[in-house]
Nanobody, 123 residues
Framework: QVQLVESGGGLVQAGGSLRLSCAASGRTPSNYVIGWFRQPPGKEREFVATISGNTNSTSYEASIKGRFTISRDNTKNTVYLQMNSLKADDTAVYYC????????????????WGQGTQVTVSS
């Protein structure tokens, strides 16, 4: 079992920045690929980014690449999502998720999910 807790969401003006954190605990979090997903109001949940456990290899959804950066600190068992140049369209509940398989995680079928943190970008 892996437990995930997101934090860092809030209200920010368009063009601003936020850093989300995903604190992992339980079964050797560094062995897992961890990703961020988001669910805008009235829409389906969508992939944002993933980072592997040992090589720190990253992948991003095309529309956010260059604005968002995923990173991890295995000494703190925490994954971060730095979000810059935020737009109103980035408004969503942001979730982190974990799985041993990156391919499965990227399609939203990760084994473990956090409760989410709300990000609201005002225009």
């Amino acid at each position: 079992q892996v437990q995930l807790v997101e934090s860092g969401g809030g209200l920010v003006q368009a063009g601003g920045s936020l850093r989300l954190s995903c604190a992992a605990s339980g079964r050797t979090p560094s062995n897992y690929v961890i990703g961020w997903f988001r669910q805008p109001p009235g829409k389906e949940r969508e992939f944002v980014a993933t980072i592997s456990g040992n090589t720190n290899s990253t992948s991003y959804e095309a529309s956010i690449k260059g604005r968002f950066t995923i990173s991890r600190d295995n000494t703190k068992n925490t994954v971060y999502l730095q979000m810059n140049s935020l737009k109103a369209d980035d408004t969503a509940v942001y979730y982190c998720a974990a799985d041993t398989q990156g391919v499965r995680l990227r399609i939203g079928r990760g084994d473990y999910w956090g409760q989410g943190t709300q990000v609201t970008v005002s225009s």
